[in-house]
């Protein structure tokens, strides 16, 4: 390329400044040993991400884990006494259960609560059988003299209560 | 095995290229960083990275001179924007801007140094497109096309930013009084007496 007066001029101080950064220039090695120092900080630092970030997948795999399983327990829990009280036979008359029997329900597999909403005359037909019902065992609680604790003597009534209880009458 | 042999002698040849090519890489490399020697040297190091671990690869479209300085502005311009994405890296480029501050020199190099740094300002004054294709041409001895292949511009456009950066260069420099005592200035002074 030829140049003119003010290109040999430009050229010439820029070769000033080459001159300048050739002195200035770091050694080839010392530039090459620096980036290969580099690279392998660079690869450790790489591989150590790698690690804490597995590490931290890891924990928050677990972590995920152990929430559905303490969920699935909950869920599962309050269904026992239930059941328990549905396998076991009803001694005498069964009532009318406000809980239909296990068996009658469909079989669920996923732990999910179903919000059963009753009608009005559901409920209190259920309330009237409740209070219908009875115990077995009741008649057990009944004794003789029942009649005589629970009412209050008066006048009079006095020796003919001795008088049916006098041993003679049993004799 | 072969391979890698081959590799292993790829490797030394590219070694022994950027050996050859070291200097004026640095230079470049400064011309990139706005003349921040540390901040070049850093460069220099990722591109030499780059280059010998394949993420840059020669393919012999251009000369192998031409291909380095265009990673070496790529990595540069990389390098800067990440910097500048650094909260406190700024605080960091400023104190590595190169000061004015000048080892004593004897009376001639202290006009040439004082000369250079006004140069230096009156570069860094021009347009970075313009300044680059001047470093280019006249610092490292490219011609027009292979500067607009580094550039990674059309060779008109080079030839512009070439045409554009010597004239405001050239007011730049006239501009300054140091450079008005020079044959540059008295040339163009018409109340000088030749």
Redesign the interface.
């Known amino acids: 390329?030829k140049l003119t007066g003010?290109?040999k001029?430009?050229?010439q101080?820029?070769?000033?400044?080459?001159l300048?950064?050739?002195r200035?220039?770091?050694e080839?090695t010392s530039?090459?040993e620096?980036?290969g120092l580099?690279?392998s900080r660079s690869r450790k630092g790489t591989r150590s991400f790698w690690l804490a970030a597995a590490f931290a997948t890891l924990c928050v795999a677990m972590l995920i884990a152990a929430i559905i399983g303490v969920r699935h327990q909950r869920l599962q829990s309050p269904a026992e006494p239930e059941e328990q009280s549905a396998a076991a036979p009803a001694p005498g008359a069964a009532p009318l259960s406000i809980v239909p029997p296990l068996a009658a329900q469909p079989v669920r597999n996923t732990p999910k609560r179903v919000r059963h909403r009753r009608s009005p005359n559901q409920l209190a037909l259920a309330m009237k059988s409740l209070f219908a019902w009875r115990s077995p065992t009741a008649s057990l609680l009944k004794s003789p003299g029942e009649d005589m604790l629970k009412s209050l003597p008066r006048l009079g009534e006095s020796l003919q209560t001795i008088k049916s209880l006098s041993p003679e009458r049993f004799n | 095995m072969h391979t890698g042999e081959a590799s292993l002698m790829e490797t030394q040849e590219l070694i022994a290229q950027l050996e050859q090519h070291h200097a004026s890489s640095f230079g470049w490399a400064r011309a990139c960083c706005r003349r921040d020697a540390a901040e070049a040297e850093e460069v220099l190091q990722i591109v030499y990275l780059k280059v010998l671990e394949g993420k840059a690869r020669f393919k012999g479209t251009a000369s192998f001179k031409t291909w380095l300085f265009a990673v070496i502005r790529r990595t540069a311009l990389d390098q800067r924007r990440k910097s500048l994405l650094q909260l406190l890296t700024m605080q960091r480029v400023v104190a590595r801007r190169p000061n004015a501050v000048a080892p004593e020199r004897p009376d001639e190099s202290a006009y040439r140094a004082e000369i250079q740094d006004l140069f230096r300002t009156a570069l860094a004054r021009l347009p970075k497109r313009q300044s680059e294709a001047l470093q280019l041409v006249f610092y490292h001895d490219l011609n027009i096309q292979e500067a607009a292949v580094v550039m990674g511009v059309s060779l008109g456009s080079a030839r512009t930013h070439y045409e554009r950066g010597k004239k405001r260069l050239r007011k730049l420099l006239e501009e300054t009084e140091a450079f008005y005592e020079t044959d540059w200035g008295r040339k163009e002074n018409p109340a000088t007496v030749p």
Do not use: G
């Open positions: 390329m003010d290109e001029r430009i050229r101080l820029f070769l000033e400044m080459s300048e950064d050739q200035r220039a770091p080839f530039v090459l620096a980036a580099k690279a």
